[in-house]
């Protein structure tokens, strides 16, 4: 009896692992999704040129031409490094670091001489600062990757990044209003009158590898019940301790950098971080309890004290009627309001708007320069990909089989979606206006350099979640031992 022929195309004929053909899939989908989200951000300058200028310049396409090469090379590394990473996770983001560059240069020639408009240099102003900013950023998620091959060898630093963590929070508070105050905030640290970097950003990243190393060796204990009110499981007082720390560092933050967004992502990544630890929704309900109790303490005292709650309470204020001083205080709330009811439902379309109007356009209010121009529809298709990028953080999450791994990734990918709530949420007036960056769009390198690392974790903890366990000598997934180990008996660090 003959044995039936083996296709061509079959792993017996090609000689090819399962594992590999899975990889290879999954990077020639990422490739594909790049060049095409490079493809929009290219006909996006496109219509913003021919808006502004009247004509479409023959070098339109060199700064989507430039990040096309930057984001490529990301994507040999993670061919190379972290083969099965998500394949959605680098189209995602470069589409909108992609947008965020082609709307800086679009204030660039708005703001230029109508006379030199057509003969502005691509890599001048603050569009050509941000496509650097993106090679630096581009090159530093490269590095992680290369440098972190198994996410569990994090945990060896945790108590080292938590301190760290906790120093580049309160540098900000500490220095003098000179040296770190922008628009009403003490969040960045100048140097000088053109640079500044805002530590913060890279705080969060420190601060959530302490957190999910130290829940993963307490969440036994933070899980304990107490007692029962209302269907839900409440812990015990004396376990209370963790959250009440981070609550008054958050307050301190609040009170001292002025800035209700940061304490807000502070306070709210360790909560949440702890809810996937435990599973406990008590502790939702708690640090919701904790937090806005804070916040309303820390209004009725800038009310009746001042002092260092005075500022909070001023943007409380604003926060409530900003048309009842529209041409001071409430000046920059009430023009990205008008932005974003100017733009309506389809928007005036790239280059139509009038974004010069909006204060810190380019910085906290890109979202609705942004939003003028190409409206509500244009809006929910970016706030879509932001989802994108925060589901399969989550998802990777789920599927890796670490408990520190489910953490990190978790805490980082909500982080990203709270960051973004806190912006959105600002500019359409849903809570006080914050001094945090829209990720991947607005100008400055701290916050583009920070969330690009956060994507490489996020990419490195994907490649751990998905790569296939099989055998005779094939791939192998990390097989997921709990962080402590590191600290104990040697282990292997599993690479790629």
Do not use: C
């Not at 302490?210 to 036994?220: H, T």
């Not at 904790?290 to 005075?310: E, M, R, S």
């Amino acid at each position: 009896m003959t044995a039936p022929a083996t296709p061509a195309s079959s792993p017996a004929t090609t000689g090819e692992q399962p594992g590999v053909r899975l990889a290879r899939s999954r990077r020639n989908a990422e490739l594909s999704l790049l060049l095409l989200a490079m493809g929009l951000v290219a006909a996006y300058g496109a219509m913003v040129e021919a808006k502004v200028l009247d004509t479409v310049t023959p070098d339109f396409w060199i700064p989507a031409a430039a990040l096309t090469a930057v984001f490529l090379g990301l994507h040999l590394v993670i061919r190379f490094l972290a083969p099965f990473a998500d394949p959605a996770l680098l189209p995602a983001v470069a589409l909108l670091n992609g947008i965020g560059v082609g709307f800086l240069r679009r204030l660039d020639l708005g703001d230029a001489l109508p006379a030199d408009r057509e003969n502005l240099a691509i890599f001048a102003g603050t569009g050509g600062r941000q496509l650097a900013w993106t090679l630096l950023s581009v090159i530093l998620a490269a590095g992680l990757l290369a440098l972190m091959r198994d996410h569990r060898s994090v945990s060896r630093y945790a108590y080292t990044l938590g301190l760290a963590g906790i120093v580049l929070v309160m540098i900000p508070a500490v220095l003098p209003s000179r040296y770190s105050e922008i628009n009403g905030a003490k969040l960045w640290i100048k140097f000088g009158e053109t640079f500044s970097i805002q530590p913060g950003e890279f705080a969060k990243l420190a601060l959530l590898a302490f957190f999910a190393y130290y829940l993963v060796r307490k969440r036994e204990v933070l899980s304990l019940a107490s007692r029962r009110f209302l269907g839900i499981d409440f812990p015990r007082g004396r376990d209370l301790g963790p959250v009440v720390v981070v609550w008054l560092i958050s307050l301190l933050v609040l009170i001292f950098e002025k800035d209700l967004g940061t304490s807000l992502l502070y306070f709210g990544m360790f909560v949440v971080t702890l809810y996937i630890a435990t599973e406990r929704v008590s502790w939702l309900l708690i640090g919701l309890v904790l937090f806005f109790g804070g916040a309303y303490l820390a209004y009725v005292l800038g009310d009746i004290v001042g002092g260092p709650f005075a500022n909070f309470y001023l943007r409380a204020q604003i926060w409530l009627d900003p048309f009842a001083d529209p041409h001071d205080d409430g000046y920059q709330l009430v023009q990205g309001l008008l932005a974003l009811g100017t733009g309506g439902l389809f928007g005036a379309g790239p280059g139509g708007g009038q974004p010069g109007l909006l204060p810190e356009v380019q910085n906290d209010f890109i979202f609705a320069g942004i939003g003028e121009e190409i409206g509500l529809f244009g809006l929910s298709a970016l706030l879509v990909v932001y989802l994108l990028i925060v589901e399969r953080g989550l998802r990777a999450a789920l599927a890796v089989r670490d408990s520190f791994g489910k953490l990190l990734a978790g805490g980082l990918a909500f982080t990203l979606g709270l960051q973004v709530f806190v912006i959105v949420g600002g500019i359409s007036k849903l809570i006080p206006l914050t001094g945090q960056t829209t990720p991947f769009l607005s100008a400055g390198g701290s916050s583009l350099m920070a969330n690009w690392l956060l994507i490489a974790v996020l990419l490195r903890v994907s490649d751990a979640a998905r790569r296939p366990v099989t055998g005779g000598g094939g791939p192998v997934r990390p097989s997921g031992g709990p962080p402590e180990q590191l600290h104990g008996a040697p282990t292997e660090v599993i690479r790629p």
